[in-house]
């Protein structure tokens, strides 16, 4: 099982974890609630038989002075007490403005009214009120208290991604830099060996051909050096016609390559265009997404680059007849390590995003992919 896709079953269980914590703080909330409201409600059946109690004048001094004490008790229900016919007798526990006027408690008995049926005052001899009333405060602000704790919670766990994808993205950002600057220091040294043996097979005119083979390989090894050297510092980009930029790539590769992989460029009217870049890390760029595509073509295929140059941007399409990509494939291809290869770091297309996106301002993504068909890389620059 390959690192992404542990990362993604460990990103998926932490997913239904925080899904699961919520449900179950949701439940618990609701059911609190509810329990709550219960007992609010009982608190106003009491609270109303206390009402009768002293409207009917028949408890003893004592009951009287316990029926007043249920009466003051009840700071927190907001209650509204009717006529019949609707007409406001009395309110409690509500928050009213110093300008209050009766619209604005008709308002508030409206809501209440939607809430449910009323609670029946018999008052005897046939009087009777009705008393409406509405959840306290307290059980508000415990309705709001999930959503409020979820979101507090989603806040917290949305910084700390940011902050630990910050973290890791500057130490990738040195570990390519390390790597970079060590692979090319390591490299200098028997580069600088090689083109002394190259020299000296000159002077003796012995193989010439073997010289000349080795010289230009030596010649590949100084410019991979040169490559990794510029990693991690800002590289000088140069007005460059394109075309010719990655003609003199794709002929390298064409020579390295088996006869029945063909790559053909496709300049349309804009053979001359310019662009800034820094040629040699472009060049790296065009043929990892060439070797890439041969890998994907298994020794036979088309590769086609076509160029356009809509909108004051330079847009530039690398198309093969590969085994193409899965969707969810167009994003995770770019990350450090992610490989569909056997063999391999995964670097190629990470370092390749890099250097179009960090260092040359441009973009770099996959156009479009069928599995079995094919697929299509697009880098975009600005134009000159």
């Known amino acids: 099982m390959s690192f992404y896709t542990h990362k993604r079953i460990w990103k998926l269980l932490l997913l239904i974890g925080a899904i699961t914590i919520g449900f179950f703080t949701l439940v618990y909330t609701d059911n609190l609630t509810k329990e709550l409201k219960e007992e609010e409600r009982k608190s106003v059946e009491i609270w109303i038989q206390a009402i009768k109690q002293i409207t009917q004048s028949s408890a003893g001094e004592d009951e009287l002075g316990l029926t007043l004490e249920v009466i003051s008790q009840n ?6 007490i009717v006529e019949a016919d609707t007409t406001i007798n009395s309110h409690r526990n509500l928050r009213l403005p110093k300008d209050t006027t009766e619209q604005t408690l008709q308002h508030l008995l409206d809501k209440m009214m939607k809430n449910g049926e009323p609670l029946i005052i018999d008052l005897g001899g046939d009087e009777i009120q009705y008393l409406y009333y509405d959840d306290s405060v307290l059980i508000k602000k415990l309705e709001w208290f999930p959503i409020i704790q979820l979101s507090v919670v989603a806040l917290f766990i949305f910084i700390a991604y940011i902050a630990f994808n910050g973290a890791r993205k500057a130490e990738q950002d040195q570990v390519w830099v390390g790597m970079s600057k060590e692979t090319a220091h390591q490299l200098g040294t028997p580069t ?12 003796k ?12 390989d030596v010649e590949r090894l100084q410019v991979i050096t040169d490559r990794f050297s510029k990693i991690g510092s800002k590289p000088e980009l140069n007005e460059q016609p394109l075309i010719l930029a990655i003609e003199e790539i794709i002929g390298y590769l064409k020579r390295r390559t088996a006869a029945n992989i063909h790559i053909k460029i496709n300049a349309g009217d804009i053979p001359y265009l310019m662009v800034n870049i820094n040629k040699v890390l472009f060049q790296w760029v065009v043929e990892n997404i060439c070797k890439n595509a041969v ?31 899965a969707r969810k494939q167009f994003k995770t291809i770019f990350k450090p390590g992610y490989t569909t290869k056997l063999r391999g770091w995964g670097l190629g297309l990470s370092l390749a995003k890099r250097i179009i996106e960090g260092y040359h301002g441009g973009k770099l993504f996959v156009k479009e992919s069928e599995q079995g068909k094919g697929t299509t890389f697009r880098i975009t620059l600005p134009k000159a």
């Open 75 to 80: 700071t927190t229900i907001p209650i509204i």
């Open 205 to 216: 005119q012995e193989n010439d051909e073997i010289a000349q083979e080795l010289e230009k």
């Open 192 to 203: 600088s060996s090689l083109l002394g043996w190259v020299d000296l097979l000159k002077l």
């Open 295 to 325: 890998d994907a073509m298994k020794g036979s295929g088309t590769i086609e680059i076509s160029i356009a140059n809509p909108n004051g941007h330079v847009n530039i399409d690398i198309s093969d007849t590969g085994k193409g990509l």
